[in-house]
């Protein structure tokens, strides 16, 4: 087995190969991978059973189940899709974002060039396999793919048809074998976080306590968001019917994802809010209250049924504004105002996704304006925080952060920056600040019309 430093090493040397291909070259082979992936479909299923029987077994929780399941519903499919869907995006490596004449005979540039070699680190969902070696091919950048325990059996068989493309098309399409690689192991991971000269980021997807401990043991810049923890505040001003579709969308549209609605504020001057409270009962979401709310809404309901009561429960406090359900459960609290709801969602949310409901514009901009979150919505539910719906083809996942890049990361976010001068013999002596008398020229041009 390779030790850590011969696979990053491998990666790097790919990486170097990978970033000097055309865009009509990276975009083949990902067809080629799409291809390969659809025909071995009846393989790679009685693999996922596998690894969902072992996961029932071992009593993996309901939400992670659903997320190893490859093939339910259309995500198999989905998948497939976004291969082509990235492929098929404009190139991302190249683009000249700045465009400044110097003097006459020099130009600068400001060009747009992978980011190098990526360690993605993720759990459960195999179809991650896809999604990245897709980005991160079309992105120029080389890849090291780490899958939990849980997908082992479905990470290895669609591993082995990327690897076999990429090795039998190598001549065509000229992506070198080492493009991307996958690993198994924990301690594989926990090697290669100490290659911080080789590898130049790490992506964890995964639970709060899988990224805690990257952060925790790597030098390596980390790109990716611990929970998910989104909330929804429906104002006085809101129209109740959006409120309801919204609200019950964005906690049972897919409750293990990590932009599902997992708090939702309410300001009880709202006419007739109840309703929204019913509705989520009634379609199967367990609210944990405050005591005002829950003495508000037994108030309200006449003939409160014991099904209703029983998704009532009491909110704890301590935890449940701080938490990921990441099931068919919400806490639910009053807001008196607009201010109210950015203090306590700046204060209890993770920064990933958070949205307001109301049909008063003022508070829809303070709104907007005030939760300091990577994405933040109105009228809209925060399920559409996802790099497929954002037209990005697919993402490498959320980043939470400030720097590089924020909220779903596709190919923008994949890439850098270089800055290229091409001149003409230029020297700086010849040039004031440097002994010389030329003043330079600093003239900016429209970056879209140049084409190096």
Excluded at 187 to 204: A, G, M, N, R
Excluded at 321 to 342: H, P
């Amino acid at each position: 087995m390779s030790s850590a430093y011969e696979i990053a090493k491998s990666a790097r040397v790919a990486g170097n190969i990978l970033k000097t291909l055309s865009n009509e070259s990276r975009s083949a082979i990902l067809y080629k991978i799409h291809d390969s992936l659809a025909a071995s479909k009846e393989t790679i299923k009685s693999a996922n059973e596998k690894d969902l029987v072992a996961a029932e077994t071992s009593g993996l929780s309901s939400a992670l189940l659903k997320r190893l399941n490859l093939f339910q519903g259309d995500k198999f499919d989905t998948m497939l899709q976004g291969i082509k869907d990235v492929a098929d995006l404009q190139d991302p490596v190249g683009q000249v974002k700045l465009a400044r004449q110097l003097d006459d005979d020099m130009m600068l540039y400001q060009v747009t060039a992978p980011v190098g070699v990526l360690l993605v680190i993720f759990e459960s969902r195999p179809e991650v396999i896809a999604n990245i070696t897709a980005l991160c091919i079309k992105s120029g950048n080389a890849g090291i793919l780490k899958g939990g325990k849980e997908s082992v059996n479905t990470f290895r068989e669609m591993a082995q048809v990327i690897n076999d493309t990429i090795a039998n098309n190598v001549n065509e399409t000229g992506v070198p074998v080492g493009a991307v690689q996958l690993i198994e192991t924990r301690q594989d991971v926990s090697d290669l976080l100490d290659q911080d000269e080789l590898i130049d980021l790490v992506v964890p997807r995964g639970s709060n306590a899988l990224v805690r401990n990257i952060k925790r043991n790597t030098k390596i810049p980390v790109l990716g968001h611990a929970d998910g923890i989104c909330s929804i505040y429906v104002d006085e001003f809101a129209d109740l019917e959006k409120a309801k579709r919204i609200s019950v969308d964005a906690k049972t549209n897919y409750p293990a994802g990590c932009n599902a609605m997992e708090t939702l504020l309410i300001n009880p001057k709202l006419n007739e809010w109840e309703h929204i409270l019913t509705n989520m009962i009634a379609n199967g979401v367990t609210l944990h209250v405050t005591p005002e709310v829950k003495d508000a809404y037994t108030g309200k309901v006449d003939n409160l049924i014991d099904e209703i009561k029983s998704h009532i429960v009491d909110v704890d406090e301590s935890e449940d504004f701080d938490k990921e359900f990441l099931s068919l459960d919400c806490a639910v609290k009053f807001v008196k105002d607009t201010q109210s709801a950015i203090e306590h969602i700046n204060e209890h949310s993770s920064r990933h996704t958070d949205s307001i409901i109301t049909e008063n514009q003022a508070n829809a901009d303070k709104f907007l304006k005030g939760i300091d979150s990577a994405g933040v919505y109105w009228n809209a539910s925060t399920r559409f925080a996802d790099g497929f719906r954002y037209g990005f083809g697919t993402e490498v996942g959320i980043s939470t952060s400030k720097i590089h890049a924020r909220g779903p990361v596709g190919l923008d976010g994949l890439v850098t920056y270089q800055y290229q001068i091409r001149g003409n013999g230029n020297i700086a002596a010849d040039y004031l600040g440097a002994g010389g008398n030329r003043a330079f020229v600093h003239k900016d041009l429209d970056p879209t019309k140049i084409h190096l």
